[in-house]
Structure formats: structure tokens, C-alpha cells
T-cell receptor
Framework: DAGVIQSPRHEVTEMGQEVTLRCKPISGHNSLFWYRQTMMRGLELLIYFNNNVPIDDSGMPEDRFSAKMPNASFSTLKIQPSEPRDSAVYFC????????????FGPGTRLTVL | EDKVVQSPLSLVVHEGDTVTLNCSYEVTNFRSLLWYKQEKKAPTFLFMLTSSGIEKKSGRLSSILDKKELFSILNITATQTGDSAIYLCAVEGNTGNQFYFGTGTSLTVIP
């Protein structure tokens, strides 16, 4: 199994541009999580999906952020418009079942907004 | 407010030393506590703890949970330079898939 796949690995963009981050979870995993990691705030859960349905998006910073999971093998996190304070590493993680199983993290996307 | 607090924030030791990392939590409807190791990439899973007093062990690493006092420790014996990483503690609440991460302990092992 290739593990959780994220793309791109690095993204540099200018303020105001739209950014789309992509994630392919491990096959058979039915929960998917988007996290943001910064030095100041550590790992923050943005949103998670269970069986492709968004369960809790209370961690999404504001309306500029949106996430979709159109099917069990693909999810996107979009930022529009992007701002310099969005610069961070964005991780996607997936896990099987709904409890007592560890999450498997993707390699992350390092986003820099100039 | 649910939270996970790790200490110390950073630690520098010499190879061969033993270290103890701490994680305390206040999370509604605790379900499990997880330890992750993060080098210059994604966090990788180490342990999951659900019951008090039962030690989980993997090589030189071990961990134990105290659900009464709401904390866990991660021990690393005979440290090696390859143990240098950020160690993250996460607690899962029982309200679905809600995970709360601590800010991590940065461990540096010098030769």
C-alpha cells in the first residue's frame, strides 16, 4: 500500500490566489482528516470526514477554507483567497473504522503564501 | 475546553541517556491516547493507550497511561541520535473522530 498520498508536496503562491491541496487516503479507510501544523500552534484539526461526509468542520479557520470529499479515494482542501498567515504544513490523515485505530498521516503539503 | 499539554517543550540529551516525556490531558469522554514520532516529515504512530497501568513497549520505547491522574509518559532508554524528533501526544474524545494534539516535545540526542 502506498500510504496516504498528498499533492503537491510544496506550494508557493501569492496572496489572493486560490490554493487547492489534494489527498488520497489509504484504500479501505473510511475516515479522513485534514490538519494544519505551524510552529506557533502545533497540529490543529481542521475538518474530518467519515464515509465521505463532513462530520466536524469547527476547526476550519474561516470561510476562505473549504474541503470536499467527492468519493472514498479523494479529498481536497481549498483556500480562496489565500493569505500569508495560511503558510503552514497541511497534513491529511486517514484511518479505518471510527475508533481505537491510529491515524496514518500523509507526507504533508508545505504551503507558503507570499 | 479540551486540551493536551506536553512537557518539556524541548530536551537535549547525550546518547545513552534515558528520557521521560510527559503528556497531560483534559478531554471530554476520553477514548484513547496516542503517541507519535515526527521527524522532518509526517508523524508516525508509536503507541495507543486505552487502559490505565498497562505498559506498552516497543524496543527501547515504552509508555503508560494513568486515567485517574489524566496523564501519560513516554520513556526512551539508551537514547540514540536517531531518536531525535518531535514526539506528539494526541487524545481522542468519545464524540466521534475528534483528536486533540499537544504541541509536542522536541528531543535532540547528541553523540
Amino acid at each position: 500500500d502506498a500510504g496516504v498520498i498528498q499533492s503537491p508536496r510544496h506550494e508557493v503562491t501569492e496572496m489572493g490566489q486560490e490554493v487547492t491541496l489534494r489527498c488520497k487516503p489509504i484504500s479501505g479507510h473510511n475516515s479522513l482528516f485534514w490538519y494544519r501544523q505551524t510552529m506557533m500552534r502545533g497540529l490543529e484539526l481542521l475538518i474530518y470526514f467519515n464515509n465521505n461526509v463532513p462530520i466536524d468542520d469547527s476547526g476550519m479557520p474561516e470561510d476562505r477554507f473549504s474541503a470536499k470529499m467527492p468519493n472514498a479515494s479523494f479529498s481536497t482542501l481549498k483556500i480562496q483567497p489565500s493569505e500569508p498567515r495560511d503558510s503552514a504544513v497541511y497534513f491529511c490523515a486517514s484511518r479505518a473504522g471510527t475508533a481505537y485505530n491510529e491515524q496514518f498521516f500523509g507526507p504533508g503539503t508545505r504551503l507558503t503564501v507570499l | 475546553e479540551d486540551k493536551v499539554v506536553q512537557s518539556p517543550l524541548s530536551l537535549v540529551v547525550h546518547e545513552g541517556d534515558t528520557v521521560t516525556l510527559n503528556c497531560s490531558y483534559e478531554v471530554t469522554n476520553f477514548r484513547s491516547l496516542l503517541w507519535y514520532k515526527q521527524e522532518k516529515k509526517a508523524p508516525t504512530f508509536l503507541f495507543m493507550l486505552t487502559s490505565s497501568g498497562i505498559e506498552k513497549k516497543s524496543g527501547r520505547l515504552s509508555s503508560i497511561l494513568d486515567k485517574k491522574e489524566l496523564f501519560s509518559i513516554l520513556n526512551i532508554t539508551a537514547t540514540q541520535t536517531g531518536d531525535s524528533a518531535i514526539y506528539l501526544c494526541a487524545v481522542e474524545g468519545n464524540t466521534g473522530n475528534q483528536f486533540y494534539f499537544g504541541t509536542g516535545t522536541s528531543l535532540t540526542v547528541i553523540p
